[in-house]
């Protein structure tokens, strides 16, 4: 049995970075975010040991902002304390997070002698333009610099995308995603932006110079991401920002495709998607009925929201009748049943 994911956050907040990407509001928030202390971070950890399951896999991960653009004496405070943690075998891995051109071989020597497991980079694009209308003051280059350089040290290699940026497009998105796999990063996440209070995109929206995706934009983009990542053995960790009281359309977000189970909208989406294909491909079209079969952990994808994905299996594909049989000896796999063939298709 696959081992259970213990993640043990603790939020760095990165008062002194001197970016302003368009999408962040890291200069509004820093002065109300607790400073992190060692003592913080023990207890933190405490807290969560006494919680994990045994046997669990667990990782103290240093998020928000930019990790190794902190002063380097307190870099080395923090990361003693998770290193003497993963010494005494209470975890097992450190990761973190930062910019790509806060990455060079110095600072990967010394997060070497941390133990540092995993480096994940705020990517966001490799749209030249994109980089440059978000202020993210980054080339695409220094991503794919950085990035080889991380793999060259052993590390395992993280890339977060965003897709709905100024100036970008599902072209862009693609060729970043093509861009991304390249990399051969163990771990991605795909980000829709949303317009967060406080942010300059605020001001660009408000001036109608900035349009959002939409819902529904987002979520078809993600779902050909999702395939093109999973396709290529690429772990996608996350979809979509988490849903906190402030991560809510009555909290801090102004505008944007936000939904609280955004995964699980762009996961049906994919898989609505790769039914139609092969019913396409299969001729099924004109049937009556079309029967789905696949593991019970699945079911929930393949009926999608509010049933949407049956619904539009009978209302745009024209099945009188959708079925679904549910195997526990399967896991994610799916067939629809080929009735003039008596067998089933794998989608
Ligand atoms: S996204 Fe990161 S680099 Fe950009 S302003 Fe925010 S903290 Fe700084």
Redesign the pocket.
């Known amino acids: 049995m696959k081992k259970k994911h213990v993640i043990i956050p603790v939020f760095v907040p990165?008062k002194g970075?001197p970016?302003?990407?368009i999408?962040?509001n890291?200069k509004r928030i820093s002065g109300q975010i607790e400073e992190v202390t060692a003592e913080k971070i023990s207890s933190t950890v405490e807290s969560y040991l006494l919680k994990a399951p045994r046997g669990a896999f667990i990782e103290i991960a240093f998020y928000g902002?930019?990790f190794t653009g902190i002063k380097k004496e307190e870099q080395f405070s923090l990361l003693e304390v998770a290193y003497n943690y993963l010494k005494d075998g209470k975890v097992n891995s450190i990761r973190l997070s930062t910019?790509p051109d806060y990455i060079n071989e110095e600072i990967l020597e010394y997060l070497k002698e941390y133990n540092v497991g995993t480096i994940e980079l705020?990517a966001q694009s490799f749209d030249e333009d994109v980089l440059y209308l978000s202020c993210?003051?980054h080339s695409a280059d220094d991503i794919i610099t950085s990035s080889l350089l991380i793999k060259q040290y052993g590390f395992n290699l993280g890339i977060q995308t965003m897709i709905g940026l100024p100036g970008d497009s599902r072209e862009k998105d693609i060729y970043t995603a093509e861009k991304t796999i390249a990399l051969k990063p163990e771990i991605v996440r795909i980000y829709p932006t949303l317009v967060i209070r406080g942010t300059y995109l605020e001001e660009l929206y408000k001036k109608s110079e900035y349009v959002p995706l939409n819902l529904e934009e987002a979520v078809e983009i993600c779902s050909e991401l999702l395939e093109m990542y999973k396709s290529n053995g690429i772990n996608v960790i996350r979809i979509g920002l988490q849903p906190t009281e402030n991560i809510s359309m009555d909290g801090d977000v102004i505008a944007g495709p936000f939904h609280p189970a955004f995964r699980q909208l762009v996961e049906s989406r994919a898989i609505l998607k790769k039914i139609e294909n092969v019913i396409v491909r299969e001729k099924f079209e004109g049937k009556n009925e079309l029967i789905i079969r696949t593991g019970a952990k699945n079911v929930s994808y393949v009926v999608g929201q509010k049933r949407g994905n049956i619904n539009h299996l009978r209302n745009s594909l024209g099945f009188k009748k959708v079925m679904l049989n549910v195997d526990k000896d399967l896991d994610d796999e799916i067939f629809i049943y080929k009735s003039d063939g008596n067998c089933w298709v794998e989608v």
């Open positions: 990165h970075c970016h302003e990407c999408f962040c890291q902002g930019s910019r705020g993210r003051g």
